[in-house]
């Protein structure tokens, strides 16, 4: 399905609704837009509960940090391992 539409003054882009209905898209639903490829993508953001479900099992670590803000890496591995970038 392509439809043409033109660009408000405002920068407002209308969606016709035929095409919000067949992307599932309803009224006061957030969006997650960005650009790949020089495209726009329209994304459904996730809902807190989605979220919730997303990070329930990802695993944490406990950070004890010094007066001056500081830690020890071998007390928190991870946790380094991501302050320094490493993946």
């Known amino acids: 399905m ?9 920068g407002h882009l209308p969606i016709p609704p ?3 209905a067949e992307l599932g898209f309803e009224a006061d639903m957030e969006l ?24 329930e099992d990802l695993p944490t670590e406990h950070v004890e940090l010094d007066e001056h803000g500081h830690y020890d890496p071998k007390k928190a591995p991870e946790f380094h391992r991501w302050m320094q970038g490493d993946d």
């Open 2 to 10: 392509a439809k043409i539409v033109k660009l408000s003054p405002e």
């Open 18 to 20: 035929e095409i919000l």
């Open 32 to 55: 997650h837009l960005s650009i790949e490829d020089g495209k726009l993508v329209i994304q459904r953001a996730p809902t807190p509960e989605e979220w919730a479900a997303l990070v």
